[in-house]
């Protein structure tokens, strides 16, 4: 049993009697890539970067696919540039940018946050397209009203790649799905490690 607070909201999440496919097998649909962004490979080869004007700054929602990106790491992403690309694939979710962490340069995460009504579409899409999934969960959120709302969350593991998706991302009408590197997961895992130890030696 896990719980997660996010400002007044908690969540619970439960892990389901689900069937594992990594556990008895090799997942044999795990993406090298996800809406046209391939990972481990530097975003500048797959993408261009969006017109400016002539003050510097990005034009305002372009029609071409191509990235902005200050080129800044960012402290809450493991120290990853998060990169906004606009006009991928349309996966039906009413979105016109997605965000992308780099490390290196690299792609190591394809992270998308939507609304809420668009869940089961997207979900019944990746497990017809990417098989069942590892992991399957219920999720119980609750507001600081003390209502609770009961959803579904999911993730998939194969040997370089995780993808996860949640039901509510913070409230009850966004959604949450990423695809991230195992790599870049560790990094992550690495430096909540490290912060532990640092508090556990200030005690």
């Known amino acids: 049993m896990r719980i997660f607070k996010l400002a007044n909201i908690s969540f619970l999440l439960m892990l389901a009697s689900a069937q594992s496919v990594s556990a008895g097998g090799e997942w044999k649909e795990e993406p090298n890539s996800f809406r046209g962004v391939e990972f481990n490979k ?3 080869e797959q993408f261009h970067e969006c017109p400016k004007d002539r003050r510097g700054n990005y034009e305002f929602l ?3 696919q191509c990235f902005e990106t200050d080129w800044k790491p960012n402290p ?6 998060i990169a906004q690309v606009f006009n991928l694939r349309d996966i039906g979710i009413g979105d016109n940018s997605t965000n992308v962490h780099l490390i290196d340069g690299k792609v190591v995460q394809v992270h998308v946050n939507f609304a809420e009504y668009h869940f089961e579409q997207l979900y019944g899409a990746l ?3 990417f098989g069942t999934p590892s992991e399957e969960m219920q999720m119980q959120l609750q507001n600081g009203l003390g209502t ?41 895992k690495a430096d909540r490690q490290q ?3 640092a ?4 005690l």
Do not use: C, H
């Open 199 to 202: 508090i556990k030696n200030n």
């Open 195 to 197: 912060e532990q130890n």
């Open 76 to 81: 809450y992403a493991n120290g990853a540039v």
């Open 127 to 129: 497990k017809e397209r």
């Open 62 to 64: 372009p029609k071409e």
């Open 148 to 188: 609770r709302f009961t959803g579904v969350g999911a993730s998939w593991t194969g040997k370089t790649v995780n993808m996860t998706i949640l039901q509510y991302a913070g409230t009850v009408d966004r959604s949450d799905f990423r695809v991230s590197t195992l790599a870049y997961l560790a990094l992550g």
């Open 42 to 44: 530097p975003l500048t």
